[in-house]
C-alpha cells in the first residue's frame, strides 16, 4: 500500500534536528518517534533547502519537526521523490513540498480555467473541435489521443483571448476616465452613455478573467 504522512509531528529524531540558542537542546521523544518510523517500515526523506522547519519568534530555538514519512512501496513507485522545505513568511513554520522527477509522474492532466466559461464562444469551440478530431483506435485510445488534442487547441485559444490582459484592463480604465471627467462638466450624450455602460461591461469581465487567471 502507499502510504505518505506529513505534518508537524512535534518530536525530533536526533539532537542534531534541534538547535537552543543560549540553552539546551531537550532530547524529547526521539526513541518513541524513531520505534514509530522504524516499525511501520517508513521512510524519512533528506529535506532539501533549509536545516529546520520550525523556528521560534525571537530565532533562538529551530528544530526539523515538519516532514514527509513514506513508505517502501511509495519509494517504489515514485523512486526520485524528495521533500523541499521552502521559505516560511510569517508563520513560524516553512511549508514543505514533495517533489519527483516529473518525467515519473506521467503525462499532465487535462486542466481546464474557470475563466474560460466567461470567454464568448468557447463552449462553442470546444464542442466544434472535438468533433473534428477523427482518431482511429479502441475506446481508451480514442479519449486519451482526443484529450491531448483538445489540450493543445485550448492552449492556443487561450493565449489568442488573453494576451496582454493587463494592458488591455488599463487602457480601458484610461477611457472610462476620460468619460467620468467629461461626465463632471457637461452631460453625456446618450452614444456616450452607451459607450461608458459597454466600456465598464468589458472591463469587469477582463478583471474577473484576469482573477480566476491569477
Avoid at 150 to 167: D, F, G, R
Wanted: with cysteine.
Amino acid at each position: 500500500m502507499n502510504v505518505c504522512l506529513c505534518g508537524d509531528f512535534n518530536a525530533v529524531r536526533c539532537m542534531d534536528e534541534r538547535r537552543s540558542v543560549g540553552g539546551v537542546a531537550r532530547q524529547g521523544w526521539s526513541a518513541t518517534y524513531n520505534n514509530f518510523i522504524e516499525n511501520n517500515f517508513l521512510v524519512d526523506l533528506s529535506l532539501r533547502g533549509r536545516n529546520f522547519t520550525w523556528f521560534q519568534g525571537g530565532g533562538n530555538s529551530m528544530s526539523h519537526i515538519d516532514r514527509f514519512l513514506l513508505s517502501d512501496r511509495w519509494c517504489l513507485t515514485w523512486p526520485n521523490c524528495f521533500q523541499m522545505a521552502l521559505s516560511r513568511g510569517v508563520s513560524d513554520h516553512c511549508p514543505l513540498e514533495l517533489s519527483g522527477d516529473v518525467e515519473n509522474w506521467g503525462p499532465r492532466p487535462l486542466r481546464m480555467l474557470k475563466c474560460w466559461e466567461f470567454l464568448p464562444g468557447y463552449k462553442s469551440f470546444v464542442c466544434n473541435k472535438w468533433h473534428s478530431f477523427h482518431v482511429d483506435g479502441w475506446g481508451g485510445f480514442e479519449l486519451k489521443e482526443k484529450l491531448e488534442l483538445i489540450k493543445l487547441a485550448l492552449k492556443e485559444w487561450h493565449q489568442s483571448h488573453t494576451q496582454n490582459l493587463p494592458a488591455r484592463i488599463l487602457g480601458l480604465k484610461d477611457k472610462i476616465e476620460v468619460l467620468d471627467l467629461k461626465g463632471e462638466s457637461e452631460v453625456l450624450c446618450e452614444d456616450e452613455i452607451e459607450e461608458l455602460h459597454g466600456l465598464t461591461e468589458k472591463l469587469f469581465s477582463l478583471v474577473r478573467i484576469n482573477s480566476s487567471i491569477c
